[in-house]
């Protein structure tokens, strides 16, 4: 038997999960709301609350999951990319766990660890098969990633500028919603006409992305409308709402179906917080209809940031053996 904890801190979420033999027992996430009064992450106050909070959800999990904290192999933690204050605490207390229990570490990518999500074994729900691409979307990263193995991950296209997330969120904020705005946009959009508004599609090289001139559209859009009709955003948010969705979410695919061709490959994933996206989720259902592609879409709790991922990745590489020093430290930027 092999058991792995999993801690997860390179954001706003602190969040601890137990991995028994690749099954996930427990997947604790403990959200940070004071974010919300200041319109996105503020990372001095995130590393403050990963603090606070780190301790207490390392502990549910452990209880969640009816084991003893002795009788874990390994811990398994997000080394980067992420917020270096954030990834401080998760590391440090990966460590220190470690080292006071006397086992090894493991230091977890976050976002090949948003791929590796679709491993986690779900009923009968059929694995991706190797290669297969992956639409990596969330706050801080927009990639197309051709999978080959576990491990063996490469970025054939990504974004210039924005990430999928942040268009979301930043748009958001345009039409005066709080952070964070891509879960908000996505309820509004479900009562609204995605045909109301035509926002422009960028014409980037080859299957990279770009998000910036989009929300600049959107931008000058709204100003002139509430000049014209102060209550306009009041009036029309759900078709405003579902426009803009569409806008993301064709941007998106259109760039995946480019690579699908490319590379001919049929096995298509998506995962990172924007995969939570209604949108989307149909969207790319209805594309593999008309494809013949097998989609993977994840469960909605391992869409958003979470430990259940770094355990998964964190057992497959336990598997490998595949540690690390004691002596390493987080990456704000990391590479795959
Ligand atoms: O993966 P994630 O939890 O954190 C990062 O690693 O960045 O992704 C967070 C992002 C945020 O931008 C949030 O607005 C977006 O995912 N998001 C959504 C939805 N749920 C989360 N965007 C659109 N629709 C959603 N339903
Ligand atoms: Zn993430």
Redesign the pocket.
């Known amino acids: 038997m092999s058991i792995v904890l999993g801690i997860e801190s390179?954001?706003d979420?602190t969040s601890a999960s137990v991995c028994i033999d690749g099954k996930i027992v427990s997947n604790i996430i403990a959200n940070q709301t004071i974010h919300e009064q200041y319109g996105g992450v503020v990372p001095e106050l995130a590393s403050r609350v990963h603090q606070q909070n780190i301790v207490p959800a390392v502990h549910q999990a452990i209880v969640a999951a009816k084991i003893d904290k002795k009788q874990i192999d390994a811990v398994a933690f997000t080394r980067g990319p992420?917020l270096l204050g954030s990834l401080l605490v998760g590391t440090s207390f990966a460590k220190s766990f470690a080292l006071a229990n006397g086992i090894p570490i493991i230091e977890i990518n976050?976002?090949q660890a948003?791929i590796l999500a679709h491993f986690i074994p779900d009923g009968d729900k059929a694995l991706p098969k190797f290669p297969f691409l992956c639409l990596t979307?969330?706050?801080?990263?927009t990639q197309i990633v051709l999978v080959k193995d576990y491990f063996e991950m490469e970025i054939v296209g990504e974004t210039l500028d924005d990430?999928?997330?942040?268009a979301?969120?930043k748009t958001?904020k345009i039409l005066n919603l709080p952070y964070?705005?891509?879960?908000l946009?996505?309820?509004y959009a479900k009562t609204g006409n995605p045909n109301a508004y035509q926002f422009p599609e960028p014409q980037i090289p080859h299957l990279n992305f770009s998000f910036s001139g989009l929300k600049t559209a959107i931008l000058y859009f709204i100003r002139d409308h509430v000049k014209a009709n102060p209550d306009f955003l009041k009036e029309n948010m759900e078709d405003i709402c579902a426009s803009i969705?569409s806008r993301i979410v064709s941007i998106l695919l259109n760039k995946l179906k480019k690579a699908a061709i490319e590379y001919q490959i049929t096995d298509i994933a998506i995962a990172?917080?924007?995969s939570?996206?209604?949108?989307?989720r149909n969207g790319l259902i209805e594309f593999a209809k008309d494809k013949g592609w097998n989609v993977f879409i994840p469960k909605f709790e391992y869409?958003?940031?979470n430990a259940a991922m770094i355990a998964i990745a964190g057992y497959h590489k336990f598997l490998k053996k595949d540690f690390a020093n004691q002596d390493i430290s987080p990456l704000a930027r990391m590479p795959f």
């Open positions: 390179s954001c979420e992420g976050h976002m948003h979307v969330s706050g801080g990263h990430a999928a997330g942040e979301f969120d958001a964070p705005g891509g879960p946009i996505d309820k969705q990172g917080g924007v939570a996206n209604s949108g989307l869409c958003t940031d």
